[in-house]
């Protein structure tokens, strides 16, 4: 199956300082990533829909200036905590879909981000 | 009227037992119905999903019931091992030009004892 890669796996930052996670399709091209936080026993929460080329779209609640995603081509995206603080501390997940094949979004295995 | 409801939230059953997981939704524009199983500290991997076209859908241990007018659908683990013991979620999509974005149910732990 089309593999969906993070990176990193898990990170560890200060508190103020801006984190970078990236999401890769392998395999396949994604014109649409989304992503996802979970917190520790929780649902997985969609955040945003990143577009190709486009901006992303953000769910309500989610604050555009603090998390911001870049989706420059079409295996690529990423999203930057920006002026991360503890409360940002969680699981974050991305999926990916091969819009070329009617399949399933793909997961990437997701990145622990611990602000302290 | 996003919203999917998993219940129960955990389960507990013995190696070779049934594990029966259940959802609803109220958003009739669902129109893709995937389950998910996480374990600690990885994403998650889907498992079986259905369309509502489709009342039932078996893949080897798994089977997906569904229930269009109730709105509802739920998870059938056959012969359950202790390696299913994990987090299970259901899911539900949209399509159309939402297709790939899923709300997820809450998620059950299920723990199958040797």
């Known amino acids: 199956g089309a593999v969906v890669s993070q990176h990193p796996s898990w990170v560890i930052c200060k508190s103020g300082t801006s984190v970078k996670i990236e999401c890769r399709s392998l395999?396949?091209?994604?014109?649409?990533m989304f992503w996802y936080r979970q917190f520790p026993k929780q649902s997985l929460m969609l955040m945003a829909t990143s577009n190709e080329g486009s901006k992303a779209t953000y769910e309500q609640g989610v604050e555009k200036d603090k998390f911001l995603i870049n989706h420059a081509s079409l295996t690529l995206s990423t999203l930057t905590v920006t002026s991360a603080h503890p409360e940002d501390s969680s699981f974050y997940i991305c999926?990916?879909?091969?819009?070329?094949?009617?399949?399933?979004?793909?997961f990437g295995q997701g990145t622990r981000l611990t602000v302290v | 009227q996003q919203q999917v409801k998993q219940s129960p939230q955990s389960l507990i059953v013995q190696k070779g037992g049934i594990s029966i997981i259940n959802c609803a939704y109220e958003n009739t524009a669902f129109d893709y119905f995937p389950w998910y199983q996480q374990f600690p500290g990885k994403g998650p991997a889907l498992l079986i999903a259905?369309?509502?076209?489709?009342s039932e859908k078996k893949e080897g241990r798994f089977t997906i019931s569904f229930n269009k007018s109730a709105k509802q659908f739920s998870l059938h683990i056959m012969d359950s091992q202790p390696g299913d013991s994990a987090t299970y979620f259901c899911?539900?999509?949209?399509?159309?030009?939402?297709?790939?974005?899923?709300?997820f149910g809450q998620g059950t732990i299920l723990t199958v004892h040797p």
């Open positions: 899911a539900a999509d949209a399509g159309g030009t939402s297709y790939g974005k899923l709300t």
């Open positions: 259905i369309r509502p076209d489709v």
């Open positions: 999926s990916a879909r091969d819009w070329k094949v009617n399949t399933e979004a793909f």
């Open positions: 395999d396949f091209q994604a014109t649409t």
